[in-house]
């Protein structure tokens, strides 16, 4: 079993901060593709950003120049600064990772159970 586990949500003014993180734990021989992803209300689910195994990075058009995606490999843990945070940044965030529990195994995408962002204006 793996568990993506996801922390650093909250209230925040619009211009503020803030920083998620997800740690990855459970039955892990390989971690690959690792992301967020955010849900709004009556919106369907998204990509925020998502991060390769060897470090690359993609963005959503819209976080573009805001926010910066990271990942730890030592300690299965990728982040999500967040900067510049607008109203429609407001959003359940989800980490995602394509994760291979063992040799044995095919690469499996995860879900965490998400973390909600409220930007106030």
């Known amino acids: 079993q793996v568990q993506l586990v996801e922390s650093g949500g909250g209230l925040v003014q619009l211009g503020g901060s803030l920083r998620l993180s997800c740690a990855a734990s459970?039955?892990?021989?390989?971690?690959?593709?690792m992301g967020w992803f955010r849900q709004a209300p009556g919106h369907q689910r998204e990509l925020v950003a998502q991060?390769?195994?060897?470090?690359?990075?993609v963005y959503a058009d819209s976080v573009k120049g805001r926010f910066t995606i990271s990942r730890d490999d030592a300690k299965n843990t990728v982040s999500l600064q967040m900067n510049s945070l607008k109203p429609d940044d407001t959003a359940v965030y989800y980490c995602?990772?394509?994760?291979?529990?063992?040799?044995?195994?095919?690469?499996?995408?995860?879900w965490g159970q998400g973390t909600q962002v409220t930007v106030s204006s």
């Open positions: 991060i390769t195994s060897d470090g690359t990075a």
């Open positions: 459970g039955t892990i021989f390989r971690l690959y593709a």
């Open positions: 995602n990772a394509d994760v291979r529990p063992t040799p044995w195994v095919l690469p499996q995408g995860y």
